[in-house]
């Protein structure tokens, strides 16, 4: 039997009420992330924690800063690792970084929806490997008080490391009995700030933005406005790093041009 196509079904005004309170309340747009995908996750945090309606749910979550912030976990999934596709990473520092020092001013970087941090430290790590991350700005941002907290702690599970060549892992993280405390001299040349991509103004003049994995979430609408905000926030030359399912496959209508894999460069 097929799925039924969620999207497609009358609207739930309970939850319809829900996204209209969360903007209301948050600021945060549940409308602009794919509907179907994000009720059931929604749905599933509801029912666990007893609420029989999404307005039940909404009443307890302003009441219960735990709820709340076990609701922002879920809706952003905050599921990352170091050196996550390792050969991309490999790109980046082999072909993009040089191509971005030619310019020989300080690079302005940025890590959009950074999760607990492990991207930003990512690049963190390459950056001091090539004795460059002293004169490099690298700004992390994400909308989860939760995920970042955890960034700026810098503690994290084994799991987390498996894609962090030996020798680097030995350089920049420090075993605390089960969990890995990522250096200091990484932790301080990294800026973490709250940040709703859909929602606030962006800075200018980057050389490289790194968002991954996250515009799979959102509708086709919201997409395309990221990517146009996402450009404009470029200087011309700089990159966009994207995942390896969110090529953009009309990447001129944004003035990027495809040059690495899922590499884009502003023209």
Not at 30 to 35: D, F, G, I, N, R
Not at 143 to 164: M, P, T, W
Request: contains cysteine.
């Amino acid at each position: 039997m097929a799925e039924r196509d969620e999207s497609s079904l009358a609207p739930d005004p309970d939850y319809t009420g829900f996204i209209h309170n969360i903007k209301q309340s948050t600021g945060i747009d549940l409308a602009q992330y794919k509907e179907a995908q994000m009720k059931r996750r929604l749905t599933t945090l509801r029912m666990k924690n007893g609420y029989n309606t999404f307005n039940e749910f909404y009443a307890a979550m302003m009441k219960d800063k735990a709820l709340f912030y076990e609701f922002l976990d879920r809706m952003t999934i905050n599921v990352s690792e170091f050196w996550r596709n390792p050969n991309r990473w490999e790109v980046l520092r082999d072909v993009i970084l040089p191509d971005l020092q030619r310019s020989g001013r300080r690079l302005k970087l940025w890590s959009a929806a950074c999760s607990t941090g492990e991207e930003p430290y990512t690049l963190a790590m390459i950056l001091s490997d090539k004795n460059i991350l002293a004169q490099t700005g690298i700004l992390a941002t994400d909308i989860d008080d939760g995920a970042l907290a955890k960034a700026k702690q810098g503690i994290y599970l084994e799991r987390s490391l498996k894609d962090v060549p030996k020798d680097v892992a030995d350089r920049y993280f420090t075993p605390e009995g089960p969990v890995f405390k990522v250096s200091e001299g990484l932790k301080k040349n990294i800026d973490f700030r709250k940040q709703n991509l859909l929602l606030d103004k962006f800075d200018e003049g980057f050389d490289l933005i790194i968002c991954r994995n996250v515009m799979i979430y959102f509708t086709e609408e919201a997409k395309n406005k990221l990517y146009h905000k996402f450009s404009a926030s470029l200087r011309p030359g700089g990159y966009l790093f994207v995942g390896s399912t969110e090529q953009i496959f009309t990447p001129a209508q944004y003035g990027f041009e495809s040059t690495e894999t899922f590499f884009y460069r502003k023209k």
